[in-house]
């Protein structure tokens, strides 16, 4: 256990988007655009900023065109956001979006819930979608959700999240994001999970998304690295959860994850000290303690 960790990961910061989703109260765009801000100043190389999705499905997130037209041109980090059909692409090109990610489910059912569409009709409103980014050159991410399990389905066969992450790859994603979406997988399911996506796609082209609301993500996170798996993704403070997905409660916290790595050995150019500053800003900007663990512990200790 343990020989062959990968030396450098990176960490993909979703925060800004999959953290402040769920929020009940509308979090003002100026306080968005400070957390981002905090976020690219601790050195995370990619956030996702916003969501265009339908406003009425997210109205947490109603105001994406205008914080991804602030970024508009900006350097700092990569900033990319959530598409989930044409609309939302059109949206994405109009504010300059160098980066989108597009989103279905190893699931039939939580795919119908989250985006109203069956998975192949899902495919067919991502092929326009893939064809405009190619010609505008817009690098697009890829996330299968519900791979640990479904909240409607229960668990879910690994072959099949495999066959949605290899057609998504053979669309045109650079990456696939295997999304744990209600944080409740195991380390050794992780290995069954890992083993059935290795067969049909390289690892080298997977991110590992996971949910804490069990408390298992980092364990399942430590299976990714001993397979070779060098993308995490994480949120801020652990702020976060899918409101499409009963009880997808909390994401894992961009420095539980982060003091872990560096603990490990395993680097990420990320300043923790700065990441710090940025989850207490995220607790102060939402006015209540965030479930982060390393923050609480890392932000007493100042
Ligand atoms: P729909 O109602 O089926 O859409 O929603 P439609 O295509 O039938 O269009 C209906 C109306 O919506 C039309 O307007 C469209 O123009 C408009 P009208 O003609 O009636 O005036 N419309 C839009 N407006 C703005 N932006 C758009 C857009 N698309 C259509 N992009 C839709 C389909 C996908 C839009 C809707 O279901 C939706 O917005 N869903 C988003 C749900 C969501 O964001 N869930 C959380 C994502 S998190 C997640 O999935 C998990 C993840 O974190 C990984 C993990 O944890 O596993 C990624
Ligand atoms: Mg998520």
């Known amino acids: 256990m343990f020989d062959a960790l990968p ?3 990176q960490v993909y910061e979703v925060g800004p988007r999959d953290g402040l989703q769920n929020e009940k109260a509308f979090v003002p765009s100026e306080d968005k655009i400070r957390l981002i801000d905090a976020l690219a100043a601790a050195g995370l190389p990619r956030i996702e900023i ?4 339908h406003p009425r499905w997210i109205p947490a997130l109603a105001d994406a065109d205008r914080i991804a037209g602030h970024y508009r041109g900006r350097s700092g980090s990569t900033w990319t956001a959530l598409v989930p059909n044409m609309r939302g692409f059109d949206r994405a090109l109009k504010t300059g979006m160098s980066e989108v990610a597009v989103f ?3 699931s039939e059912t939580h795919n119908k819930r989250n985006i109203n569409k069956t998975r192949d009709e899902t495919y067919t409103a991502f092929e326009p979608v893939f064809a405009a980014c190619a010609e505008q050159g817009i690098a697009v991410r890829a996330y299968v959700s519900t791979v640990w399990g479904c909240p409607y389905e229960g668990e879910v066969d690994a ?12 669309m045109g994603a650079y990456q696939i994001s295997l999304g744990d979406t209600i944080g409740v997988g195991t380390p050794l399911q992780t290995r069954r999970v890992l083993d059935a996506i290795a067969a049909r796609v390289p690892l080298g082209d997977i991110a ?3 949910h804490d609301t069990r408390g298992t993500a980092l364990a399942n996170c430590v299976v990714g690295l001993e397979y070779g798996v060098t993308t995490f993704d994480a949120s801020i403070a652990g702020l976060g959860g899918c409101p499409y ?3 997808a409660s909390g994401n894992l ?3 539980d994850l982060v003091y872990m790595l560096h603990g490990m050995g395993v680097a990420t150019g990320i300043d923790l000290d700065r990441l710090v500053d940025a989850g207490v800003l995220a607790q102060t900007l939402l006015g209540r303690t965030l479930p982060g663990r390393a ?6 200790g100042r």
Request: zero cysteines.
């Open 104 to 106: 279905m489910s190893a």
């Open 253 to 255: 916290a961009t420095e």
């Open 208 to 210: 590992m998304h996971m």
């Open 295 to 300: 923050l609480q512990a890392l932000a007493a």
């Open 245 to 247: 997905a009963p009880g």
């Open 159 to 170: 072959a099949e999240a495999a066959d949605v992450a290899a057609r998504l790859l053979a």
């Open 50 to 53: 916003t969501s265009f999705v």
């Open 7 to 9: 030396e450098r990961v």
